[in-house]
C-alpha cells in the first residue's frame, strides 16, 4: 500500500490576456522576458491541448506569428524547434527562446514590425481543476484506470503538473515514490518525446499494460491450479463471444 | 409602435423542436468528441452543484448568439447545471440604437446622441422589471442589455459580460456611454484577445462554437443538396465560390463581388452570395440592394436572399461549394468559417477579427488581406482539388478539437467555477 493514493483530475484552461502586445522582434524579446512561466507554457507547450489529433504538431504561437506576421521562417524554425521538449523548465525554456531572438535582433533590423492589426497579444491561462471520481492505491492499478482519464487530464498530471505544479498532481512522481519505477520510466521518457496528445494517451497506455505482463505472469504462477483455469475458461469465452460478434455489432 | 416580441416561448428552450427524444444532446457528442470529454464535462460542471445560471440577450433567432444559446442551455441542463434564458425585448427605436452601438463598437464612426441614450436607458429600466434574473450567475450577452446591472443585481449574486463584438476599433463615445455598466460586473468574456479593451475587471477568453447535428451543420448526402441546390433554382454546374452572411457593410460583400469579378476573368467559376438579416438588424434592405446592385455588373453572380430558419439551405449552399469565402472588413469571431470548415470546405478569409484562430493560414484554410488577395486565393484553390481536400481535411479537425460546443461549454464551467 502506498501512503496517499492519487486522485485523477480534469482541468479546463481559462484563458485571460497577459498584458504584453508585440509588434516586431524586440517587443517580443520584451514580451518572452517579463511575462509569467505560466504564459509561455500556453503558447508553447499547451499546444498539444489545443491539437490533440494532429498528425504533425504545429509550430508553437511565437514561431507561427514570425512566420506569418513578420514573415521570418528561418526565426520561426528555430523558435519552433526551441518548444520541442514538453518536460524542459520554464526558465530554461525563457532563457533559449531569448538566445535565438537576441541573435535575431543583433543581425537583423529589431524594429521590422508588423501593423498592429496582426500583433501578437500574450495569453496566460489558469487551469481549473475537477476530480474525475478516479482514483488508484497502487502503481499498478494506474494502466487499468488509464483509459478512464480524459486527454486533458493526462496533460494536466503528465506535463502542466510536472512543470508548473502542484507536485501532489505529478503522475510520474508519485508513481516513482511509490515504487511505480519502470511505469514512471515509460511515461517520462515517452512524454519527454513532445508527440501530439492523444498518441502519447494511448501510447502510454499500451507501453504501461505490456509492461506489467511479466509481473502479472508472475502473479499468476502463484495462483491455484483451479483459479487459473477458471480465468483460462473466462478468457476463452471472451474470445468466442468476440469471434461471434457480426461486423455490424461491432460497429454499434 | 411596433414591438418586435421573440418568436419562441422565453422560458423554454429546453422544448426546442430538435431536441432528440432520447438520451439527449450530450448522448449524440459522444459520437463526435468520445466519451472521456463529456465525462471532464460532468466531472467540471459537478463543482456547480447547486449553483443557478441565466443567460440574457436580445433575440430568439438570427445571428450566432442566438443559435449558440438555443444549444448551451440545453447542454448546461443536462450537465445538471440548471440554466434558464431570458431575452430583453425592444421596439424598433431601440435595436436602432444598439445598431448604431452595434456599427459605432466595430470602428463605424456613428453619433450617439441624447435622445439615443434616453431610448436605451428607458428600454433597460423596463426591462429590468419585467426579466427573470434570479440566478446565482447571470451572463450578459452583448452591449444590448448591458445596463441591466446596474438595476437588478442583487447581493451575492455574480454578473459576467460576454461580449461578441471585436472592440478593437471601437469608437470612444459609444465605448465611454457603455463602460461605466461594463466597469459593474464581477468578469468579462471576449471571444478573441485582439477584442478585449482595457477594462479594470477579469477578462477571460471564451471563442464562440458551433452544433455539429443543427440543421444547418448535420451530415447531408449529395442526393439532399442535388435537391435543394435545385428547388434554389441554383444551376449544380459550378464549381460555386459563395459566402453565406448577413447582408451587413462590414461582411463587404461588394468586396467579394469585385474580388470575384477579377477571378471570373480568368477562371469559369460562380458566386453565391447568400443570406439574410437578423431580427435586430434594421439595415439589412439597404445593404442587401446596394449588394444586388454591384451584383448586376458581374457575370454569374447569384444574390439570395435567404428567411430566418434556412439552416438546411445554409447547409446544402455550403456543401455545394468549391470555395467558401468570409471576406470580412471586421468580425466578431465568424463562425460560418467554422461551419464551412466542419462540412471539409476549403475556405478564403480575412485575416480579420477571429477568423485566424479557425484558419491557420496554409494549414486549415487560406487568409487574404486585400481583394486581390482574395482573388488569387481563390483562384489557387479553384485549379487545385488536392489542396482543397487537404485544408478541408485539417480544417474539420480543427474545428471537433477547438470550436465544437462542448469546448464552449467546457470553458463557460470553468468561468463559472471561478466565480461562484
Redesign the interface.
Known amino acids: 500500500m502506498t501512503d496517499t493514493g492519487f486522485r485523477f ?2 482541468v ?6 497577459a498584458g504584453p502586445v508585440a509588434t516586431d522582434f524586440a517587443t517580443l524579446r520584451e514580451g518572452i522576458a517579463t511575462v509569467p512561466p505560466g504564459s509561455l507554457f500556453h503558447h508553447i507547450i499547451r499546444m498539444v491541448v ?5 498528425h504533425d504538431l ?1 509550430p508553437n504561437d511565437f514561431a ?1 506569428w514570425v512566420g ?1 506576421a513578420l514573415q521570418d521562417p528561418e526565426t520561426a524554425e528555430r523558435l519552433a524547434f526551441a518548444g520541442t521538449q514538453p518536460l524542459l523548465p520554464m526558465e530554461e525554456l525563457r532563457a533559449s527562446l531569448l538566445r535565438i531572438l537576441d541573435d535575431v535582433i543583433g543581425r537583423k533590423r529589431p524594429d521590422i514590425g508588423t501593423p498592429h ?3 501578437f ?1 500574450f ?1 496566460t491561462a ?1 487551469s ?1 481543476k ?4 478516479v482514483e488508484t492505491e497502487l502503481p499498478e492499478q494506474v494502466p487499468e484506470v488509464w483509459r ?6 493526462a496533460f494536466y498530471h503528465l506535463i502542466e503538473a510536472r512543470v508548473l505544479g502542484p507536485v501532489e498532481d505529478d503522475l510520474v512522481l508519485w508513481l516513482e515514490r511509490n515504487g511505480g519505477h519502470k511505469l514512471a520510466g515509460v511515461a517520462e521518457s515517452l512524454t519527454m518525446g513532445g508527440m501530439p496528445l492523444l498518441r502519447l494517451h494511448r501510447e502510454i497506455g499500451s507501453r504501461w499494460r505490456r509492461a506489467l505482463i511479466p509481473a502479472r505472469l508472475v502473479r499468476r504462477t502463484e495462483e491455484s491450479e483451479s483459479v487459473r483455469r477458471q480465468e483460462a475458461r473466462e478468457v476463452v469465452a471472451r474470445f468466442a463471444g468476440r469471434l461471434r460478434k457480426t461486423p455490424q455489432d461491432a460497429k454499434g | 409602435m411596433n414591438e418586435t416580441v421573440p418568436s419562441v416561448e422565453v422560458d423554454s428552450p429546453l422544448l426546442d423542436s430538435a431536441e432528440p427524444e432520447m438520451n439527449g444532446w450530450l448522448h449524440r457528442y459522444e459520437r463526435v468528441v468520445g466519451p472521456d470529454t463529456l465525462r471532464a464535462l460532468e466531472a467540471i460542471a459537478r463543482r456547480l452543484k447547486g449553483h443557478r445560471i441565466v443567460m440574457v440577450n436580445t433575440t430568439k433567432t438570427g445571428g450566432g448568439v442566438a443559435e449558440i444559446l438555443h444549444r448551451l442551455v440545453v447542454i448546461l441542463n443536462e450537465l445538471g447545471v440548471p440554466t434558464t434564458w431570458e431575452v430583453m425585448e425592444g421596439d424598433d427605436r431601440f435595436f436602432g440604437v444598439t445598431k448604431k452601438i452595434h456599427n459605432a463598437l466595430h470602428g463605424h464612426s456613428e453619433t450617439l446622441t441624447a435622445e439615443d441614450r434616453e431610448i436605451y436607458m428607458e428600454r433597460t429600466r423596463r426591462e429590468a422589471q419585467r426579466l427573470a434574473l434570479d440566478g446565482d450567475l447571470i451572463l450578459i450577452h452583448d452591449p444590448q442589455p448591458a445596463g441591466l446591472i446596474a438595476l437588478r443585481r442583487a447581493p451575492g449574486q455574480r454578473w459576467v459580460w460576454r461580449c461578441h463584438i471585436d472592440l478593437s476599433s471601437r469608437d470612444p463615445d459609444h465605448w465611454e456611454f457603455l463602460r461605466p455598466s461594463v466597469c459593474q460586473y464581477d468578469a468579462s468574456i471576449f471571444s478573441a484577445i485582439e477584442f478585449v479593451p482595457p477594462l479594470p475587471i477579469p477578462t477571460y477568453l471564451v471563442p464562440p462554437s458551433i452544433d455539429p447535428f443543427s440543421a444547418k451543420n448535420r451530415d447531408m448526402e449529395q442526393e439532399e443538396v442535388s435537391s435543394i441546390m435545385e428547388r434554389l433554382d441554383l444551376p449544380r454546374r459550378g464549381p460555386w465560390v459563395t459566402q453565406i452572411s448577413r447582408f451587413d457593410r462590414i461582411k463587404d460583400p461588394i468586396g467579394v463581388i469585385e474580388a470575384f469579378r477579377m477571378v471570373r476573368a480568368r477562371r469559369r467559376a460562380r458566386l453565391l452570395l447568400a443570406g439574410g438579416g437578423a431580427s435586430d438588424d434594421p439595415e439589412g434592405a439597404q445593404v442587401l440592394a446596394e449588394v444586388r446592385e454591384g451584383a448586376a455588373k458581374v457575370k454569374d453572380v447569384t444574390v439570395l436572399e435567404l428567411p430566418p430558419g434556412s439552416d438546411v439551405e445554409i447547409n446544402a449552399l455550403q456543401r455545394a461549394s468549391a470555395v467558401v469565402m468570409q471576406k470580412s472588413l471586421r468580425e466578431g469571431f465568424a463562425l460560418t468559417v467554422s461551419e464551412a470548415l466542419w462540412k471539409r470546405r476549403a475556405v478564403v478569409a480575412s485575416a480579420v477579427g477571429g477568423i485566424p484562430l479557425q484558419v491557420l493560414h496554409e494549414r486549415t484554410g487560406l487568409l487574404s488581406r486585400s481583394i486581390e488577395g482574395a482573388a488569387l486565393q481563390t483562384i489557387r484553390l479553384l485549379d487545385n482539388s488536392d489542396l482543397r481536400h487537404e485544408l478541408g481535411a485539417e480544417g474539420h479537425a480543427h474545428v471537433r478539437d477547438n470550436f465544437l460546443h462542448t469546448r464552449e461549454v467546457r470553458d463557460y464551467l470553468a468561468v463559472f467555477t471561478s466565480l461562484l
Request: proline share 12%; charged share 20%.
Open positions: 483530475s480534469t479546463a484552461h481559462l484563458e485571460f490576456p489545443r491539437h490533440p489529433r494532429a504545429p507561427r506569418v492589426a496582426a500583433a497579444h495569453v489558469r481549473v475537477a476530480p474525475l471520481g478512464h482519464v480524459d486527454s486533458a487530464a
